[in-house]
């Protein structure tokens, strides 16, 4: 009636006022921080933050065991997903790769870094791998069992879902065994009586990490695809949808050469072992899209199914060689996580991005967003025309919405293509060899964070200090050795060879901060989550 008082909402109590930011993400409870001191006070509380990093970003392995840690977690987790600055770091490493081109694949399990393949002179299906450790050295790994056909430019896929890290840093913990297995499609045939053209060869080859031994490998599995495709992606979908047919998951083929492929899609049952080939439709009612030279991430966060995110070159409209252009396109591949027909969706480009079509891409762990580095169009703004010398550009998709993403720091890689890439489980990206317009290849891995510095990019700092403080001692030492030379080299030990330079509020304040200096953006839809018991239990992230 109109004799009641209206209620205000800092007369509500701190635990209406919890309850209240418990439905929100923890970003919209942040924007709310300067209405008053009760908000603040609620805002305050670490279970709050705790719950938010759990809901938004899954389970972590590291736990909040002081005051202002799960705010410190949940900000850092949000800034990483966020992708507004990239810094980047050369990592100290030993292995005999050599220079590699041609899309060498890098991946990360159970603590061990991996490479395989790529276009080498000599080796085209070797695997390397080591510990993810400083100083990093990589070893050759020799494959057992009947090899694939020597081929390079193919497709490989780790068959592991990679939305646990918890349960797999708990097993390394326990010292326990473990094995992945990965799969490898396509590429371009080495040799035989028609070298260089696609393979419709597929293998799978299984990894034995042992807490006291080196890794071993052997293949497991080897048939023939539908069609034969290179300058593809393949995508593993796992399993933690009820409504996927398949219980073991299933990889999706997308895009690449011949050109007659491109739109096509070829998915295997990884339960059964079979092929299946469909076109999706478009959304839009446009010509589903062709794609090559692109990357395809599986991303949880999109509809209540998942789906995959392909982003890259396009066909040239109207070109009657089908020849590629630059010209970008971003489409969600939906349906692939819960068997319902496949469709092309639209996704949102912000800006013409700075980027070339060619590139490679990682997710950032704990997020649903994608790092993609190349180099610049030859003929954009400080590109790489006339044999100028620049670095990589990154793009990054955020909530399925692409935008540039600044580099800052001393150093950057030079201009690169077609290398390999990785995200590592403490959200580190890493980076190796590719080729670039100039007719150079590399053979040097890279590390880069969006941000807060990670555990491992930490580690290569430390170990790029100590090797340059070593240099510094043997200069002196050949100096006082040597008191008659005058013409010593000098250089500058703060940038390593093969980069360029380019040319006290509280916690929750920062949080807004952060908020203020992002790109204005749509919420990602909420799907039901469960919040586990004090006992351990808990649902999937």
Not at 142 to 169: F, W
Not at 264 to 276: A, F, K, Q
Not at 486 to 500: N, T
Request: proline share 7%; charged share 20%.
């Amino acid at each position: 009636g109109s004799g009641k008082m209206p209620i205000r909402l800092g007369d509500l109590s701190d635990e209406v006022h919890k309850a209240v930011f418990q439905c929100l993400h923890g970003h919209e409870a942040a924007a709310v921080a300067a209405a008053g001191r009760f908000v603040a006070r609620a805002l305050g509380d670490e279970e709050l933050w705790k719950r938010c990093a759990w809901q938004e970003f899954g389970p972590q392995e590291g736990t909040a065991k002081r005051a202002g840690d799960a705010l410190h977690l949940y900000r850092g987790l949000h800034r990483r997903g966020q992708c507004l600055s990239l810094r980047w770091a050369r990592v100290p490493c030993q292995h005999n790769l050599g220079m590699r081109t041609r899309s060498p694949s890098v991946f990360c399990s159970h603590g061990f870094l991996f490479v395989f393949g790529g276009q080498e002179p000599r080796r085209e299906t070797d695997l390397h791998g080591g510990p993810l450790t400083m100083p990093l050295v990589l070893r050759r790994i020799d494959i057992a069992g009947a090899a694939l056909p020597s081929v390079y430019d193919s497709q490989v896929t780790v068959l592991e879902d990679d939305g646990e890290p918890r349960e797999r840093s708990a097993r390394r913990r326990n010292g326990a065994s473990a094995s992945v297995r990965v799969l490898v499609s396509g590429g371009l045939a080495a040799g035989g009586s028609v070298p260089h053209s696609e393979s419709d060869r597929f293998g799978i080859f299984e990894i034995h990490i042992s807490p006291t031994g080196a890794p071993r490998a052997k293949w497991v599995l080897a048939g023939i695809m539908p069609f034969p495709r290179s300058g593809h992606c393949a995508t593993f979908v796992p399993a933690r949808d009820r409504k996927l047919t398949s219980s073991k998951g299933c990889v999706v083929l997308t895009g690449g050469s011949p050109s007659h492929r491109a739109r096509c899609v070829d998915m295997l049952d990884l339960e059964s072992l079979c092929w299946s080939s469909s076109t999706p439709a478009s959304a839009s009612g446009a010509s589903p899209p062709r794609w090559r030279q692109h990357s395809a991430m599986y991303l949880r966060s999109r509809g209540r199914d998942g789906a995959i995110l392909c982003c890259g070159r396009s066909e040239t409209v109207g070109d009657p060689d089908c020849r590629w252009s630059d010209r970008w396109m971003a489409c969600w591949l939906e349906g692939c996580g819960s068997g319902a027909e496949l469709r092309w969706v639209p996704a949102a480009l912000d800006v013409r991005l700075s980027i070339g079509g060619a590139h490679v891409a990682c997710r950032l762990a704990a997020t649903d967003s994608v790092l993609l580095v190349g180099a610049s169009p030859p003929d954009a703004p400080g590109g790489a025309a006339g044999g100028a010398v620049g670095g990589v550009v990154a793009a990054a998709a955020v909530r399925g919405r692409l935008r540039d993403v600044e580099l800052v720091g001393q150093t950057v890689p030079e201009d690169r293509t077609f290398g390999g890439c990785c995200g590592l489980p403490d959200g580190t990206a890493l980076f190796y060899g590719g080729c670039n317009d100039r007719g150079r290849t590399f053979d040097d891995i890279w590390v880069a964070h969006t941000g807060p510095k990670t555990d491992f990019f930490l580690l290569v700092q430390q170990e790029l200090s100590f090797l340059t403080k070593m240099q510094r001692r043997v200069r002196s030492l050949r100096q006082n050795m040597d008191d008659d030379s005058s013409d010593a080299e000098v250089y500058d030990d703060a940038i390593p060879p093969g980069s360029i330079a380019p040319g006290g509020a509280s916690l929750l304040a920062e949080l807004v901060a952060d908020l203020e200096a992002s790109p204005s953006e749509p919420p990602p839809p909420r799907g039901p989550r469960t919040w586990p018991s004090s006992r351990g239990g808990g649902g999937s992230s």
